[in-house]
């Protein structure tokens, strides 16, 4: 494990929900990807959010729905911010995961 972190400059990670993986750039800057699972209230409205302290907007971040209810409509990414993402959950799913990658202060 120790030698695979090092060829891919791993700096840190859990593989908890939510869980992340960063790397390494240079000595204070890295990417980060976050992934995780949380309950979609199914409104559509944009409440449903993850909170994490990216150093800034993360890059890109892409979720879909999972469990019971209606996955055809898909999940929508409606902001991206420092603080995390928010996305509208489909009508009547139970959870939605999700993954985000950006820039990370080591």
Same mark, same amino acid.
């Given at each position: ?7 891919? $400059? !791993? &700096?840190? #990670? ?10 390494? *750039?240079? @000595? ?32 890109? $971040? !892409? &979720?879909? #729905? ?10 929508? *990414?409606? @902001? ?27």
């Amino acid at each position: 494990d120790a030698a695979v972190a090092a060829i891919f $400059a !791993v &700096a840190d #990670s859990t593989a908890a929900t939510p869980g992340y993986l960063e790397f390494a *750039i240079d @000595a204070t800057n890295g990417i980060i990807v976050n992934w995780g699972q949380d309950t979609v209230d199914g409104s559509g409205d944009g409440s449903d959010t993850f909170a994490h302290a990216y150093s800034s907007t993360p890059w890109v $971040a !892409v &979720a879909t #729905s999972h469990g019971s209810g209606s996955i055809a409509a898909g999940t929508q *990414i409606t @902001a991206l911010s420092t603080t995390g993402l928010s996305y509208n959950g489909p009508g009547g799913a139970t959870t939605c995961r999700w993954i985000a990658i950006g820039p990370s202060t080591l």
